[in-house]
């Protein structure tokens, strides 16, 4: 069993969506025997814009086509992802690896993969919040992964930035969440 741990705040030590991946991770690693983990933090260590000439690249591609789990740390910036988590996904979503078009439209070729995704907002963004029309996140990262056929699993910390009271509440429910994914 492999699980790929996948890091993208720049907030460090501070970071909501770290706290999320390393209670994950702790969860996952305390429910399987012998797994192995792979981390790739993508602040400390990242890729640049893709290029035609990064496709001949496939070692990216190859961490995450060989993980059985993949837990992703995804904090909102500006609604959306980091790039540095952008430049991550356009080496894994690739033509004739991960999908591919069929004469009845795009066809995701991942299979039995378990994706976690640890989410954290600054704002609210549930069904009628005035700020859910800009969720381009949660949206955005259920899209792709179905793209490739992979359902995601969510956990979600949000309103983040209303009060350091409201954040720290927000962040203990969500990482009880993280309690039942090795369930
Ligand atoms: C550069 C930047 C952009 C942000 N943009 C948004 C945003 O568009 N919407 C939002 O709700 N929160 C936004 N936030 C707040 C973060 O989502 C929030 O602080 C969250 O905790 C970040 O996750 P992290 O603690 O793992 O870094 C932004 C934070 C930063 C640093």
Do not use: C
């Not at 970071?15 to 192995?36: C, F, H, M, P």
């Not at 991960?98 to 993969?113: A, D, I, M, Q, S």
């Not at 956990?155 to 990482?175: C, N």
């Amino acid at each position: 069993m492999t699980i790929l741990r996948i890091d993208s705040s720049i907030n460090g030590e501070n970071s909501a969506s770290r706290a999320l991946t390393d209670s994950i991770v702790e969860q996952l690693k305390a429910a399987n025997w012998g797994e192995q983990l792979v981390t790739r933090d993508l602040v400390a260590n990242p890729l640049p814009h893709l290029t035609f000439d990064a496709f001949a690249d496939t070692s990216v591609l190859d961490e995450f086509l060989a993980a059985d789990i993949v837990v992703i740390g995804a904090p909102m910036y500006n609604f959306s992802v980091p790039s540095q988590l952008k430049a991550w996904i356009d080496r894994i979503a690739v033509a004739g690896k991960t999908f591919h078009y069929t004469e009845n439209g795009p066809e995701g070729l991942v299979k039995g993969k378990r994706v976690i995704v640890a989410l954290a907002r600054g704002n609210f963004y549930g069904e009628g919040a005035p700020a859910a029309p800009l969720e381009h996140l949660e949206t955005y990262l259920k899209g792709v992964f179905n793209f490739i056929g992979v359902e995601p699993e969510f956990v979600i910390a949000e309103g983040l930035g209303v009060s350091p009271e409201h954040r720290e509440k927000a962040l203990a429910q969500a990482v009880g969440e993280t309690l039942k994914l090795a369930a």
